[in-house]
C-alpha cells in the first residue's frame, strides 16, 4: 500500500467521527439560529448575529492563531523535538489564559463604542455579556488545538461539536419556554461555554492527555507567536471576508436587514462541513509527510481528499442554488424569503472555496502562512470595497456578492502559490470529470426555471439530478484506487457491510 493510502486511511478513520460530531454541530447550530430567529424580532436577530460577530474576531485576536499553528507544531515537535514538547504545550496555554482576560476587558470597556458604530444602543449590552466567554472559548480552542496535534479527534468533537451546542440549544429553548428576555441568550452563550471548558478540562486532565502547568519559556513563546501571528491576521482577514457583510449592512441599513441576510450567511457557509471535518485530520498526517520530505504523496492525498470533499458537498450545494427560496423557507420561515437570491449567490462562492481543496491549510503545512495572509489581505481589501459600492445600491444581494467575489480572489491566490511552491493542485483527470459532469448538470436544470412550493417537492427533483450525476461519473470510470481504499477505511471504521457498493466500484476503477 503507498503512503498517501496510508495517510488517506488514517484520516478517513478518523473523519468519520469528526463529520457525525460536525454535523451534530451544524444541525444544532441552525436550531439555535432559528429559535433565535422565530422567537425574537428579526432586528434582535439581527443584534445577536452582529454582536456574535464581533465576538468571534476578538476570539481570533485572544487565540493569536493558535488554533490553526498549534497542531502543526505539535505534531513537528513530537516527531523532531519531543524533549520540548510539554514547554511548548505550556507556554501556548499560558499565553492563552493571558490574552483571552485581556480581549475580554477590552470589549467590555468598547461595548459602548461599538454600539454606537452600528447606530443600536441594544449591541452594547449583549457584548459585555459575551465578553465573559472569550476566555473559556480561547482555552477550550488552545486545548482542542493540542489534542489535534497528537492526531485525536476526540476532543474537538465531544466538546466542540456536541457538549457545546447541546448546552447552548438546551438553554435556549429553555429560555424560548420561559420567554425571557433578548439578554438571557447572550448570558446562555457564556453559560455554554464556561460549561464546555470545565468539562473538557476534567477530562484531558482525567485521561493525563495535556500536562498542565502555568509556564512561560520566552524563546518558545516568541517563536510560537512569530509563526501563529500571519495566521491570526489570515483569520481575522477570514473572518472580514465571511463577516464584513453582516457589519456593513448594519452600518449602511439596520439590524432588521442583518436578521434577514443571517437567514442566508449560516445556510451557505454549511457548505464547508465537509472540507473542514477533512482538514482538522489532514493538517498533522500532511505536516508528517512534509516532515518527511514527501511532498508527492502529500499532493495525492490533497486530490483523492478534494474529489470526496466535493461529491459529498453536491447535495447541499444542488438545493441552495437551484431552490434557494424552499431551502431559507424551510429553516428560518417566510418573513426571510428576500434572502433567496442571497444564498444562491453565497453558495457559489463557498463551493468554489470547497472544489480547490484544502489550499490555505497545505499553504501552512509546508511553512508558508505568509502567503495566505497575503492573499486573504487582497481579497479583504476587494470585500470592503465592494460592500461599500454594492451594498447602499443593492442591499443585501450586494453584500453576498463581495463575500462570493472575495472567497474566488482567495482561493485562486492560495492555489496558484500552493502549485508554485509545491506543485500541489487538486485536479486529477479523475476529479476533472466530476466537476464537468456537475456543471453541466446544474446548468440544464437551472435553465428549465423549476419553481417548489415546500422541500418535499424538491426532494425528488434533487434525487434524479444525484442518481444521474453518479451514474455519469461511474460511467465515466472517474474513480481511483485509493477511493475504494477510503472506503474500506470507512467500512471497518463504522463497522458496517458496504460489499455492494465496492463490487460497483471495483467495476469502473
Not at 450525476?469 to 467500512?491: M, P, T
Request: aromatic share 14%; no cysteine.
Amino acid at each position: 500500500m503507498s503512503e498517501a493510502s496510508q495517510a488517506l486511511q488514517k484520516i478517513a478513520r478518523g473523519i468519520s467521527i469528526i463529520f457525525i460530531g460536525t454535523i451534530i454541530s451544524t444541525l444544532f447550530g441552525f436550531f439555535n439560529k432559528a429559535i433565535i430567529a422565530r422567537y425574537f424580532a428579526t432586528a434582535e436577530y439581527g443584534v445577536f448575529n452582529l454582536a456574535l460577530t464581533v465576538f468571534s474576531i476578538a476570539l481570533v485576536i485572544a487565540t493569536l492563531g493558535f488554533g490553526s499553528s498549534l497542531p502543526r507544531e505539535v505534531a513537528i515537535y513530537k516527531e523532531k523535538k519531543p524533549f520540548q514538547l510539554w514547554d511548548l504545550v505550556s507556554t501556548a496555554i499560558t499565553i492563552l489564559i493571558f490574552n483571552g482576560v485581556l480581549l475580554a476587558l477590552f470589549l467590555i470597556i468598547g461595548a459602548n463604542s461599538a454600539a454606537q458604530i452600528f447606530h443600536d444602543a441594544r449591541l452594547e449590552e449583549p457584548l459585555k455579556i459575551i465578553a465573559f466567554a472569550l476566555p473559556f472559548s480561547a482555552l477550550t480552542a488552545g486545548i482542542v488545538a493540542i489534542s489535534r496535534g497528537f492526531g485525536r479527534v476526540r476532543e474537538k468533537v465531544y466538546f466542540q461539536n456536541i457538549f457545546y451546542p447541546m448546552v447552548f440549544f438546551a438553554l435556549i429553548l429553555t429560555g424560548a419556554l420561559l420567554k425571557f428576555d433578548f439578554s438571557y441568550i447572550f448570558f446562555a452563550y457564556a453559560a455554554a461555554q464556561g460549561l464546555t471548558l470545565i468539562f473538557l478540562l476534567f477530562d484531558v486532565s482525567r485521561i493525563r492527555l495535556i500536562k498542565f502547568r502555568i509556564k512561560l519559556i520566552p524563546s518558545l513563546g516568541k517563536e510560537l507567536v512569530v509563526f501563529s501571528l500571519p495566521l491570526m491576521f489570515t483569520g481575522i482577514l477570514g473572518f472580514i471576508m465571511t463577516r464584513t457583510d453582516t457589519l456593513m449592512l448594519g452600518y449602511y441599513l439596520n439590524s432588521e436587514i442583518v436578521g434577514i441576510y443571517n437567514a442566508a450567511a449560516p445556510l451557505a457557509s454549511m457548505l464547508p462541513i465537509f472540507l473542514n471535518s477533512a482538514g482538522f485530520l489532514y493538517m498533522p498526517i500532511a505536516s508528517q509527510l512534509y516532515a518527511q520530505g514527501k511532498l508527492r504523496e502529500m499532493g495525492r492525498v490533497y486530490q483523492i481528499l478534494t474529489k470526496w470533499v466535493f461529491l459529498l458537498t453536491l447535495p447541499a450545494f444542488a438545493v441552495m442554488f437551484l431552490f434557494p427560496e424552499v431551502a431559507v423557507n424551510f429553516f428560518f420561515g417566510e418573513k426571510y424569503l428576500g434572502a433567496s437570491k442571497a444564498l444562491q449567490i453565497l453558495a457559489l462562492g463557498f463551493m468554489f472555496h470547497t472544489f480547490l481543496g484544502l489550499n490555505g491549510l497545505s499553504l501552512t503545512v509546508i511553512g508558508e502562512p505568509k502567503l495566505n495572509l497575503i492573499g486573504n489581505s487582497f481579497a479583504a481589501v476587494l470585500n470592503v470595497i465592494l460592500n461599500i459600492l454594492l451594498i447602499p445600491a443593492y442591499g443585501l444581494d450586494g453584500a453576498a456578492v463581495a463575500t462570493a467575489v472575495s472567497y474566488f480572489v482567495a482561493n485562486v491566490f492560495r492555489s496558484f502559490w500552493l502549485y508554485r511552491n509545491a506543485k500541489i493542485h487538486p485536479f486529477s483527470w479523475n476529479y476533472v470529470k466530476p466537476l464537468v459532469i456537475s456543471f453541466v448538470l446544474l446548468g440544464l436544470i437551472e435553465s428549465l426555471h423549476l419553481r417548489v412550493p415546500n422541500i418535499w417537492y424538491a426532494v425528488p427533483v434533487l434525487a434524479v439530478f444525484l442518481g444521474i450525476y453518479f451514474l455519469l461519473v461511474l460511467l465515466s470510470k472517474s474513480i481511483d484506487k485509493e477511493d475504494v481504499e477510503l472506503l474500506l477505511a470507512v467500512e471497518r471504521k463504522l463497522g458496517v457491510n458496504l460489499e455492494i457498493i465496492k463490487k460497483i466500484l471495483r467495476r469502473f476503477v
